[in-house]
């Protein structure tokens, strides 16, 4: 579903991403584990197309996308969770769920009070509320809804573009445990055929969600395989230290 070849980037001398290969199958779920500084967020902005690569290639769906565009990519399928001002302040929960439901349909296009009206939107709104437990939220505006609410609208943001592959970068940084339990469980009760690759520093959360983990290293994959072979090898307690030992 999403792959990569060899990909490289520097930023002047630094070798930030290191001849990089993914593979995701379709429904997989993969937690890319690593300090700060190996080049986590490097690959994201390399696959959604924020970043061109000096070398090596981006496929999504079985196509090379490595030549287009963000907004091209985004309507193959590929969309990211952002944090932080891809949100409408000004409007309620519904209406940022309805205005991104109708970007793959075109209807964004039309004054937004419109676009919410039709029914495949409001069915999507719906659905993806479900998901990600906004039902209760709904009418409130987001300037009025707790920092928590805002990561789970977020989610349900890039999910309501129907997405084939998910990306998250860290999506519980900065929430208490209680919300990280939250995030487990909204997690698991996601689409089983998206694709997700997430960004995780917090280990419980990336063992309770992963079928696969991927473990970056200044800019180069050292560990790619299953949870449980992760949690054995002595490489990663190296590069983890103490944060490993409670996993
Ligand atoms: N646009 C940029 N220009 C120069 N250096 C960058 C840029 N983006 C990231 N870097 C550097 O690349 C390295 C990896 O950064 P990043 O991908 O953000 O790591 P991570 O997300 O794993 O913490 C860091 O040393 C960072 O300073
Ligand atoms: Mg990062």
Redesign the pocket.
């Given at each position: 579903m999403l792959e990569t070849r060899n990909l490289t980037k520097s930023?002047?001398a630094?070798h930030?991403t290191r001849s990089v290969s993914l593979k995701l199958e379709r429904g997989e779920r993969r937690v890319i584990l690593?300090?700060?500084?190996?080049?986590?967020?490097?690959?994201f902005?390399l696959l959604v197309g924020e970043?061109t690569p000096d070398g090596g290639s981006v496929h999504l769906a079985g196509e090379d996308v490595t030549a287009l565009s963000v907004p091209r990519r985004a309507r193959r399928g590929l969309s990211r969770s952002y944090q932080k001002n891809t949100l409408f302040d000004g409007l309620t929960v519904e209406e940022n769920l309805g205005l991104a439901a109708a970007v793959p349909t075109g209807h964004a296009t039309r004054l937004w009070s419109d676009s919410l009206r039709q029914p495949e939107i409001r069915d999507t709104v719906a659905e993806v509320a479900e998901q990600v437990n906004l039902m209760p939220h709904l009418h409130a505006k987001v300037s009025e809804i707790s920092y928590g609410v805002r990561r789970q609208l977020e989610v349900g943001v890039a999910l309501a573009t129907r997405p084939l592959v998910l990306l998250m970068?860290e999506p519980t940084s900065g929430v208490g445990p209680e919300m990280s339990k939250g995030f487990h469980d909204l997690l698991n009760n996601l689409p089983r055929d998206l694709t997700l690759l997430i960004?995780e520093h917090d280990m419980d959360l990336a063992f309770a969600v992963a079928d696969t983990i991927t473990v970056?290293n200044y800019?180069e994959v050292v560990f790619d395989g299953l949870p449980e072979e992760a949690r054995g090898s002595t490489l990663l307690k190296d590069i983890y230290l103490g944060s490993w030992e409670d996993a």
């Open positions: 930023f002047g630094v930030v690593g300090p700060n500084g190996a080049g986590k967020t490097t690959l902005n970043l970068d960004i970056l800019g």
